[in-house]
Each structure stands twice: as C-alpha cells, then as structure tokens.
T-cell receptor, first 111, second 112 residues
Framework: EDKVVQSPLSLVVHEGDTVTLNCSYE??????LLWYKQEKKAPTFLFML????IEKKSGRLSSILDKKELSSILNITATQTGDSAIYLCAVTGTNAGKSTFGDGTTLTVKP | DVKVTQSSRYLVKRTGEKVFLECVQD?????MFWYRQDPGLGLRLIYF???????EKGDIPEGYSVSREKKERFSLILESASTNQTSMYLC???????????FGDGTRLSIL
C-alpha cells in the first residue's frame, strides 16, 4: 500500500522567515510527486516532480525530489501571511490515475 | 481555466437518509475523484473513475457508491447516511494519470 508522511504536522513562523516542509513516501513504481496548497477551500496545484524533473521553482517557492531517499522538500523563503495554508504532498505510482496524499502540514505565518 | 463545481457548499442531512453529492467539470477530463478530508487525516480517496461508467474503489469506499453516466459528471452517493460520514468532501478531476488534479471547493456535510 502506498504511503506518504509529511512533517512537521504544523508550523508557526513570522513573516520573513524561511521554512522547509518535508514529505517522505513509499510507493510502487513511482511516477510523480505533487505539492498542493490549500487555503480556505480547494487545494491548488503548486509543483509536480518526476524522475525527469527533480527541481522546480516559482518565485519564493521551490521543491526538490530526492529519489534515493524517497523524499521531497518544499521551501518557502521570505514568508508572507498569505502563505498561511495547509500544504499537501501526494504521490502517484503504479495506478497512474490515483494519488495518495499525506496528512498535510499546516503553516501559520504571523505578521 | 479548469473549473470543478460541487453542487453544494454546505449540506445538513439526517441519519439514514440517502445523500447525493454532485460534481461537474468543464475540461473534458478523463479522471474524476471523490475524497473526504478530516482533521489530522489528510485527504482519503473514496472512489475514482477513469472513464464513463467505470469506477474503482479507493481507500475508504465502505458506505459509499458512485455514478458516472456522463464524462463531465461524477456523483457520490451515501446509501444510508451515518454520523461518522460527517466530513468535508472534495471532488477532483485530471486529464490523465500524469497530470495534476483540479479540485472543487468542497461540500461540508453534516449528518445529524
């Protein structure tokens, strides 16, 4: 059974801090790892990492996939209050149509 | 932009009722999914569908069924609602298994 573990479960920081969120996984025939951000409503897609694309960056957010360690990190630099959200990690394996999600990391950024 | 629309934002039903949650996507996506989200438990997959009239059980299908008669619509059915099905329900769609999922805003369902 596929498994995704995220850490920490919650995190409180102040504006301007840099944070690193962790995701480790066990999956049969790894295809991709995805990061989503969930504020009040629907999760929204951030990054997809695959064997052919192990680093992604968008503005202050970046993510790296470590296939050897079966893990990924999501970095957010110069955090803002608008970064407060639940960050979800998901992996896709043998059954390509299906993703397994972790429990999420709740990030709170204080002014 | 892909739009995934869930029919209700909030819903209150009674124990034993048959409950229908509807989801519609407008981008001709092959795959559609139903999840429930509970505090501390993340997103858990209930059912998914990769084609019209096709369905596969997810991790927690007990007490639920689904229907996909048209490509754009995926319905979740609680056959006889129970209080432990009180939760946030999220619908999602994706073009195929190698693409990210697009989520609806969720239905917060309370079973009294």
């Amino acid at each position: 059974e596929d498994k995704v573990v995220q850490s920490p479960l919650s995190l409180v920081v102040h504006e301007g801090d840099t944070v690193t969120l962790n995701c480790s996984y066990e999956v049969t025939n790894f295809r991709s790892l995805l990061w989503y951000k969930q504020e009040k409503k629907a999760p929204t897609f951030l990054f997809m990492l695959t064997s052919s694309g192990i680093e992604k960056k968008s503005g202050r957010l970046s993510s790296i996939l470590d296939k050897k360690e079966l893990s990924s990190i999501l970095n957010i630099t110069a955090t803002q209050t608008g970064d407060s959200a639940i960050y979800l990690c998901a992996v896709t394996g043998t059954n390509a149509g299906k993703s397994t999600f972790g429990d999420g990391t709740t990030l709170t950024v204080k002014p | 932009d892909v739009k995934v629309t869930q029919s209700s934002r909030y819903l209150v039903k009674r124990t034993g009722e048959k409950v229908f949650l509807e989801c519609v996507q407008d981008m001709d996506h092959e795959n559609m999914f139903w999840y429930r989200q509970d505090p501390g438990l993340g997103l858990r997959l209930i059912y998914f569908s990769y084609d019209v009239k096709m369905k596969e059980k997810g991790d927690i299908p007990e007490g639920y069924s689904v229907s996909r008669e048209k490509k754009e619509r995926f319905s979740l059915i609680l056959e006889s609602a129970s209080t432990n099905q009180t939760s946030m329900y999220l619908c999602a769609s994706s073009r195929d298994g190698n693409q990210p999922q697009h989520f609806g805003d969720g239905t917060r369902l309370s079973i009294l």
